[in-house]
């Protein structure tokens, strides 16, 4: 995204929008029903695709009105080529206070994850494990950007995510509220299978962070649990969302797997 439109997503006025793209991140927003939506741009040679006309259908019921548009017209509007022939003005994304994600068992902290694609893959993992709640800091890490809905095939849409304060203060709110914080850090003490493999009583609070820049000083200072993920490859270190996935996926408890809120299934973005 470039600096221009970097600034209109960080004011986030209430009468500000941008454009989501991608058959799934426009169905998902449309099915979360948390923003305003304008007008819908549909390539015209793709309109008769099955799954295009599942998306016209929630068009139709969400009021949306459309227009049929070329390749051209699309980048235009998206300002990438991966928009699978849709795109849709939204809203800006319905951030919620971090105070509000409090009381829920698991929390996700991204830290110094600087890569929109990686982040958009960790909140599809926070989403399908479960994880619906994520604070990201106000710095180091990107807004939910277009982009980002894109890389996490629109399950950001169904998270509730607050961005109000920086990273070593979201960590303080969660100590606070009696969250046990685990760190996950390739030169961690501590063994993650076995952390995992432990009973872990009361919430859980996860921070991960990012491949140029792991997770900060204070925080892995401060947290409960400081863990590696073990590897028997050669290569030096797993992708971070790969490595947040897993984590999240073994952390996630009882509670964790199958939520209630009703994707569409897709695997493609």
């Given at each position: 995204?470039?600096?221009?439109?970097?600034?209109?997503?960080?004011?986030?006025?209430?009468?500000?929008?941008?454009?989501?793209?991608?058959?799934?991140?426009?169905?998902?927003?449309?099915?979360?029903?948390?923003?305003r939506f304008?007008?819908?741009?549909?390539?015209?040679?793709?309109a008769?695709?099955?799954?295009?006309?599942?998306l016209?259908?929630?068009?139709?019921?969400?009021?949306?009105?459309?227009e049929?548009?070329?390749?051209?017209?699309?980048?235009?509007?998206?300002?990438?080529?991966?928009h699978?022939?849709?795109?849709?003005?939204?809203?800006?994304?319905?951030?919620?206070?971090?105070?509000?994600?409090?009381?829920?068992?698991?929390?996700?902290?991204?830290?110094?994850?600087?890569?929109?694609?990686?982040?958009?893959?960790?909140?599809?993992?926070?989403?399908?494990?479960?994880?619906?709640?994520?604070?990201?800091?106000?710095?180091?890490?990107?807004?939910?950007?277009?982009s980002?809905?894109?890389?996490?095939?629109?399950?950001?849409?169904?998270?509730?995510?607050?961005?109000?304060?920086?990273?070593n203060?979201?960590?303080?709110?969660?100590?606070?509220?009696?969250?046990?914080?685990?760190?996950?850090?390739?030169?961690?003490?501590?063994d993650?299978?076995?952390?995992?493999?432990?009973?872990?009583?009361?919430?859980?609070?996860?921070?991960?962070?990012?491949?140029?820049?792991?997770?900060?000083?204070?925080?892995?200072?401060?947290?409960?649990?400081?863990?590696?993920?073990?590897?028997?490859?050669?290569?030096?270190?797993?992708?971070?969302?790969?490595?947040?996935?897993?984590?999240?996926?073994?952390?996630?408890?009882?509670?964790g797997?199958?939520?209630?809120?009703g994707?569409?299934?897709?695997?493609?973005?």
């Amino acid at each position: 995204m470039n600096a221009n439109a970097a600034a209109t997503h960080a004011r986030g006025g209430p009468d500000s929008m941008e454009v989501l793209y991608g058959i799934n991140p426009v169905l998902e927003a449309l099915l979360a029903g948390r923003r305003r939506f304008g007008r819908a741009l549909l390539e015209t040679s793709a309109a008769s695709a099955p799954r295009m006309k599942r998306l016209v259908s929630a068009f139709a019921r969400a009021g949306v009105p459309i227009e049929t548009a070329d390749r051209g017209r699309l980048f235009q509007a998206c300002k990438t080529k991966e928009h699978q022939g849709v795109a849709l003005e939204a809203g800006p994304y319905p951030y919620v206070p971090a105070e509000q994600l409090l009381g829920r068992p698991r929390l996700l902290l991204p830290d110094n994850i600087e890569d929109p694609q990686n982040l958009g893959a960790i909140l599809r993992s926070a989403e399908v494990f479960g994880w619906t709640g994520v604070m990201l800091p106000d710095k180091g890490v990107p807004f939910v950007y277009p982009s980002v809905v894109k890389a996490s095939a629109g399950a950001a849409e169904h998270l509730c995510i607050s961005r109000d304060r920086a990273a070593n203060a979201c960590l303080r709110l969660l100590l606070e509220h009696k969250y046990t914080v685990i760190a996950i850090d390739e030169d961690g003490r501590e063994d993650f299978d076995a952390l995992a493999a432990g009973r872990l009583a009361g919430p859980v609070a996860l921070v991960v962070g990012g491949e140029h820049r792991s997770v900060g000083q204070f925080i892995l200072n401060s947290a409960h649990h400081v863990a590696a993920i073990r590897q028997r490859g050669r290569i030096g270190s797993l992708n971070a969302s790969v490595a947040a996935g897993i984590a999240m996926h073994a952390l996630a408890g009882p509670e964790g797997h199958g939520n209630d809120q009703g994707g569409t299934g897709g695997h493609d973005g």
